[in-house]
T-cell receptor, first 112, second 114 residues
Framework: QKEVEQNSGPLSVPEGAIASLNCTYS??????FFWYRQYSGKSPELIMS????GDKEDGRFTAQLNKASQYVSLLIRDSQPSDSATYLC????????????FGKGTKLSVKP | DADVTQTPRNRITKTGKRIMLECSQT?????MYWYRQDPGLGLRLIYY???????NKGEISDGYSVSRQAQAKFSLSLESAIPNQTALYFC?????????????FGSGTRLTVV
């Protein structure tokens, strides 16, 4: 059973701080990784994708990938109350079908 | 218009009733998915389809059926609804199963079975 693990949280950070969200995965041949943001009662929204080891930055968001450690992270700089949401990590199955495997998500709360 | 449209947005139904949730997409993608989401359990895959003639069961398909009427349309049916099928249901679509194609989700259907 291929798995994606995330700390369920809640992770609470003060406004303006850096929020660090982590994800580990079991499928060693996975090549594509995604972060989704989901507000309560709403649908998941894709915010970042990463395929190569290292960092990928997009505005206040930085995704980090370490394939050797099977570890993906998302950093949110200058956190805002509007960033309060659940963040889902998704990993593409390295098998032939290539479906995404989702973690259960980490709930982030940014306190003003 | 949204890329992925789900109807209805909310539905309350009685135990034993048959209900259909509908999904349509305008992205021209071949792949479509149905998920349910319950608090603490994350997204769980019910069925998925890679084209009109290719339908596959996910991890929790019991009690559900699907129909892929066209490339753009993928419907989920609950043949005889039961209370533990109360959940938030999402349809999603994606490009090929490789590379940088993530999923695009619909707005969801909140289903309550009483």
């Amino acid at each position: 059973q291929k798995e994606v693990e995330q700390n369920s949280g809640p992770l609470s950070v003060p406004e303006g701080a850096i929020a660090s969200l982590n994800c580990t995965y079991s499928d060693r041949v996975s090549q594509s990784f995604f972060w989704y943001r989901q507000y309560s009662g709403k649908s998941p929204e894709l915010i970042m994708s990463i395929y190569s080891n290292g960092d990928k930055e997009d505005g206040r968001f930085t995704a980090q990938l370490n394939k050797a450690s099977q570890y993906v992270s998302l950093l949110i700089r200058d956190s805002q109350p509007s960033d309060s949401a659940t963040y889902l990590c998704a990993v593409r199955d390295g098998g032939s079908q290539g479906n995404l495997i989702f973690g259960k998500g980490t709930k982030l709360s940014v306190k003003p | 218009d949204a890329d992925v449209t789900q109807t209805p947005r909310n539905r309350i139904t009685k135990t034993g009733k048959r209900i259909m949730l509908e999904c349509s997409q305008t992205k021209g993608h071949d792949r479509m998915y149905w998920y349910r989401q319950d608090p603490g359990l994350g997204l769980r895959l019910i069925y998925y389809s890679f084209d009109v003639k290719d339908i596959n069961k996910g991890e929790i398909s019991d009690g559900y059926s699907v129909s892929r009427q066209a490339q753009a349309k993928f419907s989920l049916s609950l043949e005889s609804a039961i209370p533990n099928q109360t959940a938030l249901y999402f349809c999603a679509t994606s490009g090929p199963g490789q590379g940088n194609y993530g999923y695009t989700f619909g707005s969801g259907t909140r289903l309550t079975v009483v």
